[in-house]
C-alpha cells in the first residue's frame, strides 16, 4: 500500500520561506516520477513541481522558476519542496503526488497525499 505523508506547511509573510516535505511508504520514489500540485482557494488543482525517477530531472511551472526547487533524499525516501520569496498568490494546499512519468498533467499521477496548508499573508 503505497502513502504519500506531506508536512511543512504554515502561514508565513510575503517574501518568506518554507520547505515542504513529502514521506512516501510502499514506494521507492527514485524509482517514480514525484510532483507537487497546489489548489488555491476557489480554483482548481494545478500543477507546481516535478522531478523526474531515475535522473532526477526537474520541471516548474512558470510562475515559481527561480523561486521553488523541488528535491528528493533516497536515504529518507522523502521529497521536498524549497518554497523561497513567497507571495500572496502561492496559497492553498500544497499536495504530494507519485506517477510513472514527470508530467505537469496530474492525471499522470497515481498516489495521493492529503495535503498540506500553506498561506502567505501579512
Known amino acids: 500500500q503505497v502513502q504519500l505523508v506531506e508536512s511543512g506547511g504554515g502561514l508565513v509573510q510575503p517574501g518568506g520561506s518554507l520547505m515542504l516535505s513529502c514521506v512516501a511508504s510502499?514506494?521507492?520514489?527514485?524509482?517514480?516520477?514525484m510532483g507537487w500540485f497546489r489548489q488555491g482557494p476557489g480554483e482548481a488543482r494545478e500543477f507546481v513541481a516535478t522531478i523526474s525517477r531515475g535522473a532526477g530531472s526537474t520541471l516548474y511551472e512558470d510562475s515559481v522558476k527561480g523561486r521553488f526547487t523541488i528535491s528528493r533524499d533516497r536515504a529518507d525516501n522523502t521529497v521536498y519542496l524549497q518554497m523561497n520569496n513567497l507571495e500572496p498568490e502561492d496559497t492553498g494546499v500544497y499536495y504530494c503526488a507519485s506517477g510513472t512519468v514527470a508530467v505537469a498533467d496530474e492525471r499522470g499521477y497515481d498516489y495521493w497525499g492529503q495535503g498540506t496548508q500553506v498561506t502567505v499573508s501579512s
Open positions: 510502499g514506494r521507492t520514489i527514485s524509482e517514480y516520477a
